[in-house]
């Protein structure tokens, strides 16, 4: 089996010959080519070079088009700040408070800062490896949509303290997303992730996250075309895992390191991939055995119940993580294929 076969397998419950694997390797890719995260997130050719050389180095089961949200930031009016070997953020949101969010003219993907170059390395990498592995594209949720735009800080506290003006911004920003989506898919992606921090429980609590985004998300995923796969950006995702099963397109759930795997397919039921679930800290220093342990381990939970995809469980894997851990993450899929009898 491809790459591609392999997952569009695990997605539907059938047989594979080992369990797909696969981690965010943006920045990382780019430390293989000897480029900055600068020029990597700036520029389309640099950024398909990076991820060339993740398939040349490590031949992972999917791979993600550009992850850099201060790019949609930016396209708002932010400012971004550059670092040595990590992904970029916003230095400073285009608005300072939600009342002034409404004055902003929502993004074109096709035209606003760095957005088109995120498109054009896109439709690159969906030609490059067109029926052998699956890309995928990364977009914030209707939820933390309007922080990229004025800030995590004060976001939070219209949620908490204006839930009527935080429900009134999420439904003026959601057309952005829509409209990334539709381009992204156009470009020619196998599906999207979209990722919903207050979906975990460090951010909001299950009831809030039930009534203020939960609905947000179906009319979001409603408007999309599958597969979608939700993904938390760190934390705990376990407490509102019950209340996803049911959102349209919904192919998949991403799982924190610290949510058990085991609670997770019993409340996810047994039509969703799940995903997970790493802890990305475990990559930073030298690990191998480490991780091939906790590979192992994830494996032997999650996957006799099917469906499942064996990755790190936050955003990009450290710049300064040796290629050997990788190894080991990917190594454990073939020995647990073994140990297990095949597919």
Not at 138 to 146: A, E
């Amino acid at each position: 089996m491809n790459s591609l076969e392999r997952l569009l397998a695990t997605i539907n419950g059938q047989s594979v010959d080992r369990v797909p694997v696969f981690a965010v390797l943006g920045t990382w890719g780019a430390r293989l080519i000897a480029a900055d995260p600068r020029r990597c997130y700036s520029d389309a050719d640099t950024y398909v070079a990076s991820q060339q050389a993740v398939v040349d180095a490590l031949d992972p089961d999917m791979i993600l088009s550009p992850f850099d949200f201060s790019a949609i930031g930016e396209a708002f009016g932010g400012e971004v700040v550059w670092f040595p070997n990590a992904v970029p953020n916003l230095r400073r949101p285009a608005v300072s408070s939600v009342q002034h969010l409404f004055d902003l003219t929502l993004p074109s993907p096709e035209k606003t800062a760095r957005l088109p170059l995120f498109l054009e390395a896109t439709k690159r990498l969906t030609g490059r490896f067109c029926g052998e592995k699956p890309v995928f594209a990364v977009l914030p949720g209707p939820g933390i949509l309007p922080a990229l735009a004025m800030g995590l800080e004060r976001w939070i506290e219209t949620l908490l303290t204006d839930p009527e003006t935080a429900d009134r911004a999420i439904r003026f920003t959601q057309p952005f997303i829509f409209s990334w989506a539709s381009a992204l898919q156009k470009a020619g992606v196998t599906g999207l992730v979209i990722t919903e921090p207050l979906a975990t429980s460090e951010m909001l609590p299950r009831t809030m996250f039930e009534s203020m985004i939960l609905p947000r998300l179906h009319d979001c995923f409603s408007q999309m075309e599958g597969p979608l796969v939700l993904h938390h950006t760190g934390g705990s995702i376990g407490h509102v895992l019950d209340l996803l099963p049911g959102l349209p397109h919904l192919a998949g759930v991403s799982v924190g390191c610290r949510d058990d795997l085991v609670k997770a397919r019993r409340s996810l039921g047994p039509d969703l991939l799940l995903l997970g679930n790493l802890d990305n800290i475990l990559f930073a220093g030298p690990a191998v055995a480490e991780i091939r342990a906790r590979s192992l381990e994830c494996l032997r939970t999650a996957a006799p119940a099917g469906r499942f995809i064996l990755c790190n469980s936050g955003g990009d894997i450290p710049w300064s993580c040796p290629q050997e851990n990788l190894q080991a993450m990917i190594d454990a899929t073939v020995d647990y294929a073994r140990e297990a009898g095949g597919g």
